[in-house]
C-alpha cells in the first residue's frame, strides 16, 4: 500500500523511541484517527537502496497480519509512505509495555533458571508451532524479535523477516550468494540453510533458531559470535558450536545433547518441529544431574520406534532398577539445585527482576519509555560485535542492548 497525499506523521503521532531490531526503527506511537497506541517501525535509511529488499518485507508483514495469536504482536498495517526523498517503508504492529528480550538478558549477569527457560519457550515455542500451521516460517528467530513484559507475558515480532533469505534465491540465472544479504543482518542465531546452497530452508530454522536462544540464555553466549560478518557466516556453516556444558558447568549431559541436535548443521539431524525440541528439553530437565550420555542421547531425537523387549535376565533387571534410582536421585537434586544456592540462601532473583527499570510503568508518558530506551546505550547493530565467542568457562558474560533509532528515519517520519 502506497500512501500518496499523507505522511506517516499525519496519520501517526509520534510519542517516543522504543527498543528495535537491526532491520528497523521502532517509535511508540498514536494513530491520530482511532487513539490506539502502536509500535511504528521504519525500515531504516542504509537498506532502501535495495528497493526489492525492502519491499518484499513488507509484503512478507503483509502476510503475517493473518497471524492472531497471544504470543505473537499483531501486524495492523504494512506499506509504503511517498515522500519529496524516496518512498518510507513502514509497520505497524500492536504497542505493548515489553522490553526485546536481547535487552533483559544484557550486562554481566548469570545465566537464566532451567524453570525460566521452560517457561518462555514454552510461549515462544506455542507462537512459533501456530505459525508453523498457518504457513508462515521467521527465519530469523533472536533475542531481539522476542519481547517480555513486566508480567512474564513474551511474545514473538518481526515474522516479516522471510525477505532475509537471499535475494538471488528467486533468480533462475543465478546461484544463491550469500553476498546478497544487507550487511549487519546475519547474526549467531541464523540457521546454515538460510546461508547455504542446495538447502530449502523450511520450519525447522526455527527449530534452530529457538535452540540458538536457549543456548544464549543457558551459556550467556551466542552458538556464534565473531566480530566480522565473513568470519560469522564461515563459522556458522563450517564450525560446531561449544557443548554447552563446556561453557556452563551447570547445564547438563542430556541438556547439552538436546541443544546440540537442535543445532545440528543438516535440517535432517534436528527436531522435526519446535514443540518437539520443547518437550525434549522439559524431558532433558528431569535427568538435569545426571551424566548419562546414552540416556541424554535418546532424549536428543523422536519418533523412535522401539524393537520387541527381550527378555530380561535378572543382571538386566538390576541394572535397570540402579539407572532408575539414578535418575531419580538427578531429578530430586535438579529441583533442589534450581532454587536454593550452595550456602543454602536463595539463589539470585529471575530474570524479570533485573530489568524492572527497563520498563516504563507508566505507558501513557512518552518520556519515560523514552528515558528508558536512551538509559541502553548500545545497538542492536552493534550486539554481534559486542560480544566475544564462548570459550569453556565457569563464568559468562552476557552483552546485547537495544536499537536505537537513526536521526534520518526520525526526521523522516516527522516531515
Known amino acids: 500500500m502506497m500512501i500518496e497525499k499523507e505522511t506517516l ?3 501517526y503521532e509520534i510519542l517516543g523511541s522504543v527498543s528495535g531490531a537491526p532491520l528497523y526503527d521502532a517509535f511508540r506511537a498514536k494513530d491520530r484517527t482511532t487513539g490506539q497506541e502502536v509500535t511504528l517501525k521504519i525500515i531504516r535509511p542504509q537498506y532502501h537502496a535495495d528497493a526489492s529488499f525492502c519491499r518484499s518485507v513488507i509484503v512478507g508483514n503483509q502476510h503475517a ?6 504470543h505473537i504482536a499483531q501486524v495492523l498495517e504494512a506499506g509504503t509512505s511517498a515522500t519529496e526523498d524516496g518512498p518510507i517503508y513502514y509497520v505497524v504492529e500492536e504497542f505493548a509495555d515489553a522490553m526485546p528480550l536481547s535487552v533483559l ?10 524453570d525460566e527457560l521452560r517457561g518462555l519457550l514454552r510461549q515462544v515455542g506455542g507462537a512459533l508451532d501456530y505459525a508453523h500451521a498457518a504457513g508462515i516460517i521467521h527465519y530469523n528467530l533472536a533475542p531481539e524479535h522476542i519481547m517480555v513484559g513486566q508480567d512474564g507475558h513474551a511474545f514473538v515480532t518481526d515474522f516479516g523477516l522471510p525477505a532475509l533469505r537471499p535475494v538471488s534465491q528467486a533468480r533462475d540465472d543465478e546461484r544463491r550468494n550469500d553476498a546478497d544479504y544487507p550487511p549487519g543482518l546475519i547474526t549467531g542465531f541464523t540457521a546454515p540453510e538460510i546461508l547455504a546452497n542446495g538447502i530449502e530452508p523450511d520450519q525447522r530454522v526455527d527449530v534452530y533458531g529457538l535452540a540458538a536462544v536457549s543456548y544464549r540464555l543457558l551459556t550467556g553466549y551466542r552458538p556464534f559470535a ?27 549431559s542430556g541438556l547439552s545433547v538436546v541443544l546440540m541436535a537442535a543445532l545440528a548443521k543438516n535440517p535432517d539431524n534436528r527436531h522435526s518441529s519446535v514443540n518437539s525440541l520443547v518437550q525434549a528439553i522439559n524431558e532433558a530437565s528431569v535427568i538435569w544431574s545426571v551424566d548419562n550420555q546414552a540416556a541424554a542421547a535418546l532424549l536428543a531425537t523422536e519418533n523412535v520406534e522401539t524393537a520387541p523387549a527381550p527378555r530380561k535376565s535378572g543382571r ?26 550452595s550456602d543454602g540462601t536463595t539463589e539470585r532473583a529471575p530474570l524479570l527482576t533485573w530489568a524492572q527499570g527497563l520498563f516504563d ?54 516531515s
Open 105 to 114: 538478558i544484557k550486562g554481566d549477569h548469570e545465566p537464566i533458571q532451567d
Open 226 to 252: 565473531a566480530r566480522d560478518e565473513k568470519v560469522l557466516r564461515t563459522q556458522i556453516l563450517n564450525q560446531l558450536p561449544l557443548a554447552p556444558e563446556s561453557v556452563n558447568p551447570r547445564i547438563s
Open 361 to 414: 510503568t507508566n505507558a501513557a508518558d512518552p518520556a519515560t519509555m523514552a528515558a528508558a530506551t536512551a538509559a541502553q546505550p548500545a545497538t542492536a547493530d552493534t550486539e554481534n560485535q559486542a560480544e566475544p565467542s564462548p570459550t569453556p568457562t565457569n563464568g559468562v558474560q552476557v552483552a546485547a542492548a537495544a536499537a536505537a533509532p537513526t536521526a534520518t528515519s526520525m526526521a523522516a517520519v516527522n
Open 9 to 11: 506523521s499525519s496519520k
Open 65 to 70: 497480519m493473518r497471524l492472531q495469536h497471544r
Open 316 to 341: 538386566r533387571l538390576l541394572a535397570g532398577a540402579l539407572v532408575a534410582l539414578l535418575l531419580l536421585a538427578g531429578a530430586g537434586y535438579f529441583l533442589t539445585r534450581s532454587t536454593v544456592a
